[in-house]
């Protein structure tokens, strides 16, 4: 782990995020609060691009410049995921499954390893909020990064049949078979065009959501479909806020749901094991987020 020394002489250690609109990102406290309540001297800066009037393709360039500063690590957000790739020294098997990186450490050597904990985290919140769920046949809804990391969550947890829907086909069909080596014997990964969503929900067993819409700039539901009296549980990648119209139309239709908080908080948490080597406690951590989202949407600072 690396550090830096502050002026009292104690090692700090430098993490951070690098994306574009990243200002209202909450991953600063939530890094810097549990860091302190495991008494870990952390700080955790936002790389903004926009701050910086910097572009996406300057992401290596960012990286270069947070290894020189002694940074342990850094987050990586949209639109930098794949665009940071070619700038690692290596890339761990899940990141490059996915073709995505959301976390790159710096090792003690000054190398570069680019990891991806958004499927880790999916799949933890998915246990960990729905122990027991079924996983014979799946609707995974939005084919995007947030989409391929939860595809890839469950082709490792053992769905059998996984049905990925997304308004543009092509890109659907194209995770499905990105998906193909990670799933068990004689499982399955489709991708749909949107439209097939309505035959698609009163066969399946569970309801991926993975798209925007539901967060505080995109509100509403993402398909005017009733859930069906089937009752599929339903998981939530949108946590801003926490309680989503879709998160409240599955409850009262007598679904079983786990919203998008514990996706983020856990994925937050292997990130936090990766920079510090300390391992985190995520039910500390899910309840500063909780509380980091109340405090955003009473003051009007929704993201």
Not at 7 to 19: P, S, W, Y
Not at 133 to 156: F, K, P, S
Not at 173 to 195: I, V
Not at 209 to 228: I, R, V
Request: glycine content about 12%; charged content about 20%.
């Amino acid at each position: 782990m690396r550090s830096s020394h502050t002026a009292a002489g104690t090692e700090t250690v430098l993490t951070g995020l690098i994306g574009a609109g990243i200002g209202p990102s909450l991953s600063p406290a939530l890094h810097e609060r549990e860091a302190a309540a495991l008494g870990l001297p952390l700080r955790y800066l936002c790389w903004d691009l926009d701050e910086l009037g910097a572009t996406p393709e300057d992401a290596g360039r960012l990286l270069a410049r947070a290894r020189a500063q002694g940074y342990a690590g850094l987050n990586i957000t949209h639109p930098c995921k794949q665009l940071v790739i070619p700038h690692l020294d290596a890339l761990a098997p899940e990141a490059a499954a996915i073709g995505a990186v959301n976390t790159v450490v710096v090792g003690a050597d000054g190398s570069l390893t680019g990891h991806n904990t958004d499927w880790a985290g999916f799949g933890s919140g998915l246990r960990d909020g729905l122990p027991g769920a079924a996983l014979g046949r799946v609707v995974l809804l939005g084919a995007g990064g947030a989409g391929a990391a939860a595809g890839y969550a469950l082709a490792r947890a053992g769905v059998h049949a996984l049905d990925i829907v997304d308004v543009d086909a092509d890109r659907a069909t194209a995770l499905a078979d990105s998906l193909g080596p990670h799933l068990a014997a004689g499982a399955t990964a489709t991708g749909h065009a949107r439209p097939a969503l309505d035959d698609l929900l009163p066969r399946t067993d569970g309801l991926v959501h993975a798209t925007p819409t539901g967060m505080a700039e995109h509100p509403g539901l993402p398909f005017d479909t009733d859930l069906p009296a089937s009752r599929p549980w339903v998981a939530e990648i949108v946590y801003r806020p926490l309680d989503t119209a879709l998160l409240r139309a599955a409850r009262a239709a007598g679904c079983r749901t786990v919203d998008g908080g514990r996706m983020a908080v856990h994925q937050a948490a292997e990130a936090f094991r990766l920079f510090t080597g300390r391992v985190p406690d995520p039910g500390r951590m899910l309840a500063h987020l909780a509380e980091l989202v109340a405090d955003e949407q009473e003051s009007g600072r929704v993201a």
